[in-house]
């Protein structure tokens, strides 16, 4: 049984920087990839950022330049450093995995956590 324990959401001025955190446990974590999901209200859940186990990237076009999704196979997390957060980034956002494709969602999800951009 694959754990998902995201951490790190908030409230943030626009302009402003947060990093979210996903801890990962039962799994293999190294040998798969991981991804960022959010959904804000009355929208469909998207794919924001995901790693491969070799460290490939792929990212919401929205966010290129922004976001940098990133891991640590030896704390078995990956993290989501959002720079430059704008208002229309609020939503809820979840770690999601694994999987081995970026179109592919996993199995597993994160109880999520609220990202709010406001002034």
């Known amino acids: 049984q694959v754990q998902l324990v995201e951490s790190g959401g908030g409230l943030v001025q626009p302009g402003g920087s947060l990093r979210l955190s996903c801890a990962a446990s039962?799994?293999?974590?190294?040998?798969?990839?991981w991804g960022w999901y959010r959904q804000a209200p009355g929208k469909q859940r998207e794919l924001v950022a995901f790693i491969s186990s070799g460290g490939s990237t792929n990212y919401l076009n929205s966010v290129k330049g922004r976001f940098t999704i990133s891991r640590n196979n030896a704390k078995d997390t990956v993290y989501l450093q959002m720079n430059s957060l704008k208002p229309e980034d609020t939503a809820v956002y979840y770690c999601?995995?694994?999987?081995?494709?970026?179109?592919?969602?996993?199995?597993?999800w994160g109880q999520g956590t609220q990202v709010t951009v406001s002034s």
């Open positions: 999601n995995g694994p999987s081995n494709l970026y179109y592919l969602e996993g199995g597993y």
């Open positions: 039962g799994s293999r974590f190294s040998i798969y990839g």
